[in-house]
């Protein structure tokens, strides 16, 4: 397994692509998540340099590991649009030399969509699975809240109803043990699918509100709760145990304070449990 650091942690810091490329180096991680919006602000606007940090990363033995971004599935309007944005990060992902783009499938609870709008969701899925694969792209729905993908049942189900090599998914653990799902059952049958993970963890399932999207963004929304992944109410240690050896990346997603000195002892735990499972 491969760790990533996400630069949505530093979502709400001041701090330079370059300082994070240096962070991620100093402590050993293999690469770097970016979030879509902060890859198409570095295009615009700090291009030269950032082609200098990519080469650095390369040089360093490490990489892009995916791109984060939301593509609206849900409407035949917000799709137009989902299409053109889609071509954006698709050409940021070449540009970026990544493989993988990560949407959600949807922003609608899975037991609330109907057999017509599921229809319409697994359609747009499917275009945009054949744009990806036409530049060796994989198209990434991660396990969430309030998606086509929150619970096991609806992931299976949408993944054979789209059909497609290039569906793959993130993998968010947590958000598999809050539907109620057992994480390790889960990757075991998702397995075939599974092209990255998200390490996250949260103190109680009291306190899961704040990973509501709106409350991540807000500069000054909640963070009571976000916990360490040794600390957690989800138990680390069988999942490390499970995909220790797994040549995909795990981002550690850490949307707390401090994010420096957060990551930095969450990759050091991570080594050394990989290191135990290997002994």
């Given at each position: 397994?491969?760790?990533?650091?996400?630069?949505?942690?530093?979502?709400?810091?001041?701090?330079?692509?370059?300082?994070?490329?240096?962070?991620?180096?100093?402590?050993?991680?293999?690469?770097?998540?970016?979030?879509?919006?902060?890859?198409?602000?570095?295009?615009?606007?700090?291009?030269?340099?950032?082609?200098?940090?990519?080469?650095?990363?390369?040089?360093?033995?490490?990489?892009?590991?995916?791109?984060?971004?939301?593509?609206?599935?849900?409407?035949?309007?917000?799709?137009?649009?989902?299409?053109?944005?889609?071509?954006?990060?698709?050409?940021?992902?070449?540009?970026?030399?990544?493989?993988?783009?990560?949407?959600?499938?949807?922003?609608?609870?899975?037991?609330?969509?109907?057999?017509?709008?599921?229809?319409?969701?697994?359609?747009?899925?499917?275009?945009?699975?054949?744009?990806?694969?036409?530049?060796?792209?994989?198209?990434?729905?991660?396990?969430?809240?309030?998606?086509l993908t929150d619970q096991m049942s609806s992931t299976l189900a949408?993944?054979?109803?789209?059909?497609?090599?290039?569906?793959?998914?993130?993998?968010?653990?947590?958000?598999?043990?809050?539907?109620?799902?057992?994480?390790?059952?889960?990757?075991?049958?998702?397995?075939?699918?599974?092209?990255?993970?998200?390490?996250?963890?949260?103190?109680?399932?009291?306190?899961?509100?704040?990973?509501?999207?709106?409350?991540?963004?807000?500069?000054?929304?909640?963070?009571?709760?976000?916990?360490?992944?040794?600390?957690?109410?989800?138990?680390?240690?069988?999942?490390?145990?499970?995909?220790?050896?797994?040549?995909?990346?795990?981002?550690?997603?850490?949307?707390?304070?401090?994010?420096?000195?957060?990551?930095?002892?969450?990759?050091?735990?991570?080594?050394?449990?990989?290191?135990?499972v290997r002994k």
């Amino acid at each position: 397994m491969k760790l990533s650091v996400c630069t949505i942690s530093f979502r709400h810091q001041l701090i330079s692509f370059a300082q994070i490329v240096r962070f991620a180096h100093r402590h050993h991680f293999d690469g770097i998540e970016l979030w879509g919006i902060h890859a198409q602000h570095l295009y615009d606007h700090d291009r030269v340099e950032v082609e200098e940090q990519l080469q650095l990363l390369q040089t360093q033995g490490m990489s892009i590991s995916m791109l984060s971004d939301y593509l609206d599935i849900a409407t035949s309007s917000g799709f137009a649009r989902s299409l053109e944005k889609a071509k954006r990060l698709i050409a940021l992902a070449k540009w970026l030399n990544v493989k993988q783009i990560r949407t959600f499938a949807g922003q609608k609870a899975s037991k609330d969509v109907g057999p017509e709008e599921r229809v319409r969701y697994v359609h747009h899925l499917q275009i945009l699975c054949e744009m990806c694969q036409e530049h060796g792209i994989q198209l990434l729905v991660e396990t969430h809240p309030n998606t086509l993908t929150d619970q096991m049942s609806s992931t299976l189900a949408l993944l054979q109803e789209v059909n497609h090599p290039a569906l793959k998914v993130n993998l968010d653990f947590l958000h598999v043990w809050e539907s109620g799902a057992d994480p390790l059952d889960s990757y075991d049958q998702l397995k075939p699918w599974v092209a990255h993970y998200h390490l996250k963890n949260i103190i109680s399932s009291d306190h899961l509100p704040v990973f509501a999207p709106h409350n991540v963004y807000a500069p000054n929304g909640d963070r009571e709760g976000m916990v360490p992944l040794s600390e957690g109410a989800v138990d680390y240690g069988p999942i490390v145990e499970k995909i220790a050896d797994t040549d995909l990346f795990a981002s550690i997603e850490w949307f707390g304070h401090s994010p420096q000195h957060v990551l930095v002892d969450e990759v050091e735990w991570l080594r050394k449990a990989m290191m135990l499972v290997r002994k």
